[in-house]
């Protein structure tokens, strides 16, 4: 494994005193909707593209580190390499670790890929399709900590390798996802749930748990929305088969959940376009993205 640690140092970060007497449910408010906002928009404004295996990209992975760090939280890069139709190249997982306070307690993953589809006919900013769920994940990070520590371990992991570089395969596409899995298999982690989060800043949010998510967590995941008063934002579709980050650890034997927005734009036409910009994003879709959430961990780690 390579795995490189930066610390985060700085008053701001010492100053944020935390403790189990702190800790209860997640809550998701206005404020961090605006911060997941802001930072989705920043990350499309100075690292466009971040496709993954490239310079950029690993400047995206920094930058996200950077501002990861900014809840006080210790961000890790992830640095790999893995095996494309291009030939291998180097990926980079972020990622922050909150531990949790139950003696072998488990694991709770939440991901969003970050990197931008290297196979889009035109230039992809990937600001719905990326970007605005990497803000999400940075919001839900300082949401996290300021209500920790929880009794589950919780990671946030925002993936590289999402996008295929030519064509879906067991070689292309989704490398973060996999190595996260193979990290977690070596390491004897326990996944409790594993959750990818993508495409969820869309103006006009429907969310979708597409059929191959895990029974159970489909149940939870409509109770979830019913307690943050969004009944009628998310449908699970069993027609409906997504391969994406959670893919792998179900793959592996785990539990997984994908909440996706998979109609941007009418029949989904904005989707790897130049149409995925910011002005298709809102804070308010995002705020609704974040209270879901907020209230799906409440429930996997409160059981309300
Ligand atoms: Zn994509």
Known sequence: MNLFAFRTAGAAAAAIVISAANAG??????????VAYETADELVRECTPRHAGTLRGRLAANWLLDHASRCGADVELDTFQDETPLGQRTFTN???????????????VLMSHYDTPATAKQPCAGANDGA??????????GAIRRSGPHPDNIALVWTDGEECSKAYGPNDGFHGSRRLVNNYR?????VKTAICLDMLGDKDLHIIVPSNSTAILK????????????KGLLKVDESLVITDDHTAFQT?????????DFEYGPGNSWWHTPEDTMKHVSRESLHKSGRLIAAFLNILCYGK
């Not at 972020?94 to 709770?108: D, H, L, S």
């Not at 605005?132 to 990070?141: E, F, H, R």
């Not at 070596?186 to 326990?190: D, K, L, N, P, V």
């Not at 592996?252 to 996706?260: D, K, L, R, S």
């Open 132 to 141: 605005s769920t990497s803000g999400l994940l940075v919001a839900l990070a």
């Open 186 to 190: 070596e390491q004897g982690r326990r």
């Open 25 to 34: 449910p997640v809550s998701f408010t206005k404020d961090d909707a605006n």
């Open 252 to 260: 592996a034997g785990c539990p997984a959940i994908n909440f996706i």
């Open 94 to 108: 972020v990622q922050i670790e909150f531990p949790g306070t139950g003696t072998n307690a488990a694991w709770i």
């Open 219 to 230: 149940k939870l995941a409509i109770q979830a929305a019913e307690k943050a008063g969004l």
